[in-house]
Protein backbone atom coordinates (compact mmCIF):
# COMPACT_ATOMS: atom_id res chain seq x y z
CA UNK A 1 0.00 0.00 0.00
CA UNK A 2 1.22 3.32 -0.74
CA UNK A 3 -0.61 6.77 0.59
CA UNK A 4 -0.15 10.66 -0.13
CA UNK A 5 -1.20 13.35 2.55
CA UNK A 6 -3.82 15.73 0.49
CA UNK A 7 -5.19 18.95 2.16
CA UNK A 8 -8.79 17.47 2.20
CA UNK A 9 -7.41 14.21 3.15
CA UNK A 10 -5.71 10.98 2.97
CA UNK A 11 -4.90 8.92 -0.40
CA UNK A 12 -4.03 5.16 -0.76
CA UNK A 13 -3.51 2.90 -2.93
CA UNK A 14 -4.90 -0.40 -2.04
CA UNK A 15 -4.01 -3.56 -4.13
CA UNK A 16 -5.30 -6.32 -2.48
CA UNK A 17 -8.31 -7.65 -0.52
CA UNK A 18 -5.91 -8.41 2.40
CA UNK A 19 -4.65 -4.40 2.04
CA UNK A 20 -7.56 -3.40 2.00
CA UNK A 21 -8.32 -5.44 5.68
CA UNK A 22 -5.38 -3.89 6.90
CA UNK A 23 -6.42 -0.49 6.20
CA UNK A 24 -9.50 -1.20 7.91
CA UNK A 25 -7.63 -2.33 11.19
CA UNK A 26 -5.12 0.66 10.86
CA UNK A 27 -7.97 2.73 10.94
CA UNK A 28 -9.84 1.16 14.24
CA UNK A 29 -7.08 1.37 16.01
CA UNK A 30 -7.22 5.16 15.52
CA UNK A 31 -11.26 5.33 17.01
CA UNK A 32 -12.82 6.02 19.97
CA UNK A 33 -16.13 6.10 21.51
CA UNK A 34 -18.99 8.58 19.59
CA UNK A 35 -16.70 7.99 16.11
CA UNK A 36 -18.92 8.36 12.84
CA UNK A 37 -17.40 6.62 10.01
CA UNK A 38 -18.62 6.67 6.55
CA UNK A 39 -17.77 4.16 3.67
CA UNK A 40 -18.39 4.83 0.31
CA UNK A 41 -17.68 3.21 -2.96
CA UNK A 42 -19.74 1.25 -5.99
CA UNK A 43 -20.80 -2.30 -5.52
CA UNK A 44 -17.44 -4.70 -5.07
CA UNK A 45 -14.77 -1.99 -4.30
CA UNK A 46 -14.32 -3.34 -1.38
CA UNK A 47 -16.67 -1.37 1.01
CA UNK A 48 -17.79 -4.92 3.54
CA UNK A 49 -13.57 -5.80 3.32
CA UNK A 50 -12.71 -2.87 4.62
CA UNK A 51 -15.09 -3.38 7.52
CA UNK A 52 -13.92 -6.81 7.90
CA UNK A 53 -10.44 -5.07 8.80
CA UNK A 54 -12.17 -2.83 10.91
CA UNK A 55 -14.02 -5.32 13.10
CA UNK A 56 -10.60 -7.16 13.28
CA UNK A 57 -8.87 -3.87 13.93
CA UNK A 58 -11.39 -3.58 17.08
CA UNK A 59 -11.14 -7.16 18.30
CA UNK A 60 -14.44 -8.33 17.31
CA UNK A 61 -14.39 -12.28 16.67
CA UNK A 62 -17.40 -12.74 14.95
CA UNK A 63 -17.67 -12.55 11.13
CA UNK A 64 -18.21 -8.89 9.83
CA UNK A 65 -20.79 -9.80 6.53
CA UNK A 66 -22.51 -6.65 4.76
CA UNK A 67 -25.45 -5.76 6.10
CA UNK A 68 -27.71 -5.48 3.29
CA UNK A 69 -30.71 -7.41 4.36
CA UNK A 70 -30.44 -6.77 8.19
CA UNK A 71 -29.80 -2.39 7.49
CA UNK A 72 -27.57 -2.18 10.73
CA UNK A 73 -25.46 -5.00 12.87
CA UNK A 74 -24.08 -4.40 16.43
CA UNK A 75 -21.02 -6.20 17.43
CA UNK A 76 -19.25 -5.74 20.66
CA UNK A 77 -15.33 -5.81 20.62
CA UNK A 78 -12.51 -3.43 22.60
CA UNK A 79 -10.45 -0.54 21.70
CA UNK A 80 -6.95 -0.20 21.05
CA UNK A 81 -6.35 0.85 24.51
CA UNK A 82 -8.54 -1.82 25.93
CA UNK A 83 -11.82 -0.14 26.91
CA UNK A 84 -15.04 -1.98 25.75
CA UNK A 85 -16.21 -0.81 22.07
CA UNK A 86 -19.78 -1.24 20.60
CA UNK A 87 -19.76 -1.51 16.54
CA UNK A 88 -22.53 -0.42 15.24
CA UNK A 89 -22.47 -1.58 11.41
CA UNK A 90 -24.82 0.35 9.00
CA UNK A 91 -25.73 0.18 5.30
CA UNK A 92 -27.80 2.96 4.20
CA UNK A 93 -27.79 1.55 0.59
CA UNK A 94 -32.04 0.49 0.27
CA UNK A 95 -32.90 3.61 2.94
CA UNK A 96 -34.15 6.74 1.28
CA UNK A 97 -35.91 4.62 -1.85
CA UNK A 98 -38.42 6.58 -4.33
CA UNK A 99 -41.98 6.41 -2.21
CA UNK A 100 -41.53 10.32 -1.17
CA UNK A 101 -44.51 11.70 0.83
CA UNK A 102 -45.73 14.65 -0.86
CA UNK A 103 -43.59 17.58 -0.62
CA UNK A 104 -40.99 15.23 1.62
CA UNK A 105 -37.47 15.64 0.04
CA UNK A 106 -34.86 12.74 0.41
CA UNK A 107 -33.24 13.90 3.34
CA UNK A 108 -35.95 14.07 5.15
CA UNK A 109 -36.82 10.61 3.97
CA UNK A 110 -34.05 9.55 5.24
CA UNK A 111 -34.33 10.15 8.74
CA UNK A 112 -37.77 9.15 8.91
CA UNK A 113 -36.32 5.68 7.82
CA UNK A 114 -33.46 5.94 10.46
CA UNK A 115 -36.11 6.55 13.37
CA UNK A 116 -38.11 3.85 12.45
CA UNK A 117 -34.80 1.82 12.97
CA UNK A 118 -33.57 3.59 15.74
CA UNK A 119 -30.79 4.44 14.64
CA UNK A 120 -31.39 8.33 14.32
CA UNK A 121 -30.07 9.45 17.89
CA UNK A 122 -27.46 6.57 18.13
CA UNK A 123 -25.99 8.63 14.89
CA UNK A 124 -26.66 12.10 16.26
CA UNK A 125 -25.18 11.21 19.68
CA UNK A 126 -23.24 7.97 19.31
CA UNK A 127 -22.55 6.16 23.22
CA UNK A 128 -18.94 6.72 24.77
CA UNK A 129 -18.64 2.86 23.73
CA UNK A 130 -20.01 3.50 20.19
CA UNK A 131 -18.64 3.47 16.96
CA UNK A 132 -20.70 4.20 13.80
CA UNK A 133 -19.23 2.57 10.45
CA UNK A 134 -22.21 3.26 7.67
CA UNK A 135 -22.28 2.20 4.47
CA UNK A 136 -23.27 4.09 1.67
CA UNK A 137 -24.89 7.10 3.39
CA UNK A 138 -23.25 10.11 2.34
CA UNK A 139 -26.39 12.20 1.98
CA UNK A 140 -27.72 11.20 5.42
CA UNK A 141 -24.77 11.29 7.41
CA UNK A 142 -23.87 14.62 6.44
CA UNK A 143 -26.90 15.47 7.63
CA UNK A 144 -26.76 13.71 10.58
CA UNK A 145 -22.89 13.75 11.75
CA UNK A 146 -20.86 17.14 11.73
CA UNK A 147 -17.91 14.62 13.39
CA UNK A 148 -17.25 12.25 10.60
CA UNK A 149 -14.47 10.01 8.92
CA UNK A 150 -14.82 9.36 5.32
CA UNK A 151 -13.74 6.69 3.34
CA UNK A 152 -14.15 6.66 -0.23
CA UNK A 153 -13.11 3.88 -2.35
CA UNK A 154 -12.60 3.55 -6.04
CA UNK A 155 -11.57 1.28 -8.16
CA UNK A 156 -8.44 2.58 -10.25
CA UNK A 157 -9.53 2.89 -13.99
CA UNK A 158 -5.69 2.30 -14.90
CA UNK A 159 -5.89 -0.71 -13.57
CA UNK A 160 -8.76 -1.75 -14.88
CA UNK A 161 -7.87 -1.07 -18.29
CA UNK A 162 -10.54 -2.58 -20.90
CA UNK A 163 -12.83 -3.19 -18.13
CA UNK A 164 -15.29 -0.71 -19.52
CA UNK A 165 -15.50 -3.24 -22.98
CA UNK A 166 -17.26 -5.65 -19.74
CA UNK A 167 -14.18 -8.27 -20.17
CA UNK A 168 -10.71 -7.95 -18.83
CA UNK A 169 -7.56 -7.98 -20.16
CA UNK A 170 -7.20 -12.19 -19.10
CA UNK A 171 -10.82 -12.89 -20.27
CA UNK A 172 -12.56 -12.51 -17.47
CA UNK A 173 -16.04 -10.75 -16.87
CA UNK A 174 -16.35 -7.47 -14.99
CA UNK A 175 -18.65 -8.53 -12.24
CA UNK A 176 -16.37 -11.65 -11.26
CA UNK A 177 -13.12 -9.02 -10.80
CA UNK A 178 -15.31 -6.45 -8.95
CA UNK A 179 -15.40 -9.05 -6.12
CA UNK A 180 -11.39 -10.03 -6.19
CA UNK A 181 -8.44 -8.51 -5.96
CA UNK A 182 -7.46 -5.28 -8.08
CA UNK A 183 -5.90 -1.93 -7.18
CA UNK A 184 -8.60 0.11 -5.13
CA UNK A 185 -8.06 3.91 -3.97
CA UNK A 186 -9.32 4.80 -0.97
CA UNK A 187 -9.48 8.62 0.37
CA UNK A 188 -10.04 9.33 4.00
CA UNK A 189 -11.35 12.67 4.52
CA UNK A 190 -11.30 13.97 7.80
CA UNK A 191 -14.78 16.16 8.79
CA UNK A 192 -14.75 18.53 12.19
CA UNK A 193 -12.74 19.45 14.80
CA UNK A 194 -12.26 15.31 16.41
CA UNK A 195 -10.68 14.22 12.75
CA UNK A 196 -8.16 17.31 12.56
CA UNK A 197 -4.80 15.72 12.38
CA UNK A 198 -5.58 12.28 11.09
CA UNK A 199 -2.97 10.58 9.46
CA UNK A 200 -2.00 6.93 9.06
Do not use: C
Amino acid sequence: MSHDDQANGVTVDVPTDEDMRALGERVARQVHGGDVLLLSGPLGAGKTTFAQGFGRGLGIGEPIVSPTFTIARELDGRFADGTPAHLVHVDAYRLGGNAYAPGQDAIGRLLDELESLGLDEELEDPGEQTVILMEWGEQMVAALAPERLEIHIDRSIAADGPAAAGTMADGSDVDAELTGDGMRVVTLVPVGTRWRGFAL
